[in-house]
T-cell receptor, first 111, second 116 residues
């Protein structure tokens, strides 16, 4: 098992560019989610999914889109990057509602 | 809404010292409580959990007891090691079902540095 994988590990974007952060898991987990981590603010939930075809917004969804066409993949799309989206992004997945496994993170810088 | 408050850091200790990191929560209902640890350059790992009042979670020498009366879940370790240096996050999750299914609410994190 590879667990939860995220690509890329690092990314630099210019303001206004779009990109997709990839997340995949090979544990057949129903639940997947995206968080952003900012200094002094812990992790904040962006979007989550409870199964293929089902997604919902978290605490800070503006500027991000998600889709869940398969159980394994849960990509996060930045539509038009802004400096405020500079952060570390973590994807997580889990079978049970509370046992979540986190990926290694993607460090994004928007200039 | 639900929230988690952790003691402010950073916390700096000498090896073999006693560790306490305070965590209190606000929630409507009866959440499950968690401590996650993040080692440098890595993602978060579940350290321990408690799903109901008076439960004690423990792992790797760390312990935390779910105290409903004080809405707290303080993390303790009797003798820290240099390898415990990391960021520690307290988190809560409300019951499964409905729109809150699986959503974790995190505290802001506490940086722990242990010196030899």
């Amino acid at each position: 098992n590879a667990g939860v994988t995220q690509t890329p590990k690092f990314q630099v974007l210019k303001t206004g560019q779009s990109m997709t952060l990839q997340c995949a898991q090979d544990m057949n987990h129903e639940y997947m989610s995206w968080y952003r981590q900012d200094p002094g603010m812990g992790l904040r939930l962006i979007h989550y999914s409870v199964g293929a075809g089902i997604t919902d917004q978290g605490e800070v969804p503006n500027g991000y889109n998600v889709s869940r066409s398969t159980t394994e993949d849960f990509p996060l799309r930045l539509l038009s990057a802004a400096p405020s989206q500079t952060s570390v992004y973590f994807c997580a997945s889990g079978l049970a509602a509370y046992e979540q496994y986190f990926g290694p993170g993607t460090r994004l810088t928007v200039t | 809404g639900d929230s988690v408050t952790q003691m402010e850091g950073p916390v700096t200790l000498s090896e073999e010292a006693f560790l306490t990191i305070n965590c209190t929560y606000t929630a409507t209902g009866y959440p499950s409580l968690f401590w996650y640890v993040q080692y440098p350059g890595e993602g978060l790992q579940l350290l321990l959990k408690a799903t109901k009042a008076d439960d004690k979670g423990s792992n790797k020498g760390f312990e935390a007891t779910y105290r409903k009366e004080t809405t707290s879940f303080h993390l303790e370790k009797g003798s820290v090691q240099v390898s415990d240096s990391a960021v520690y996050f307290c988190a809560l999750r409300m019951g499964a079902g409905g729109t809150s299914y699986g959503k974790l609410t995190f505290g802001q994190g506490t940086i722990l540095t242990v010196h030899p």
